[in-house]
């Protein structure tokens, strides 16, 4: 199967927001996704409606108000989100002037992992379910190995986890849960990149990978595997491989453990994990580190290693999310663009 052939642009019909809305986030979502989307396409929970702060987008028509209502006349907010949302003006090297909706947007991007008063979180009654398929799936990653789980696709987690009383049948409220989370439009929580794989279903075939020796993780043949090679080479043993191939429920695994740990907070997540289907670690990109450097190696402070350095000079620094970017995800100066799309 050519993997290609699955990319897609992301969607961001009406439709998809709304079956989001009903669906996925329950009632408690939908009020905000009826005033639509902000500026930047990120859909404002309850708890920021007023548009108080200023900072917040501001409510469209839809929403009974006019757009350039007077800021100040919402209700009360916490403390906590009114200090988070007015000390932060001269944070940032913005240009005089730019709008407040991308100064907000800036802040929030640059602070990835706090919460924010603008974020889409599950409604509480589907938390239980969220904790329960996070749960299997590391149950199934501890079952079937860390390297063979990079590869795992849908059909056949389903299948062993069946099979495994360790790890036992995913639940028809989480096979719901992980299909809804697939087929929803994730710039309904603040997630504007691509989405390269659209099938829940897609499988990797190991003729397409390669299993990089010592790594323990993959990269795909062709274009992926040269330009890893030739890193390799050119740096020699001080680059290490940090993450490769991720098919479609490893990358569920690391955005529902992000997501289960905050509280349901889908567009924390997002801000440093595609969700699923829209991470290029399915189609081609990875991770490199710097040897030795451990957790650091995801941080930003891998731009002032060795490795860093030397691909900068060489020209590896395309960044597929470098500071300051639109999509609505973290600095990323580890991430090694290869995919084309
Ligand atoms: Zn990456």
Redesign the pocket.
Known sequence: MNRRRFLIAACACALHLAAMGTALAGPAVRPALRRGSGPLGVAPSPSDASGASGTGPSPSPASGQPASGPKNSGPPQDDDLVAQQTDHSGDLDAPPGIDNAVRDYLFKMRRFDSPHPSDITLPPQRIPVLHAATDRLGRLERTVGHGFFYLLGFDEAVRVAQRYPTVGAFSPQELALIDELFHADASAYGFMGMKPLNSLTATIPSREVYKVPGMGNYVYQGEPRATWETIRRLLGEDVVL??GV?GIMKQFHLFLTKASTNGGNLSLASRSL?PPGY???GIG???VGQRGYGARNFTSAFTTTPVFRRLEELGYITL??PQDNMLGVRF?P???KVATA
Do not use: K, L, N
Request: charged content about 30%; cysteine-free.
């Open positions: 940090t993450s991720r595609a991470s290029f670690h990109d990875f991770d597929r999310y990323e580890w991430h090694i």
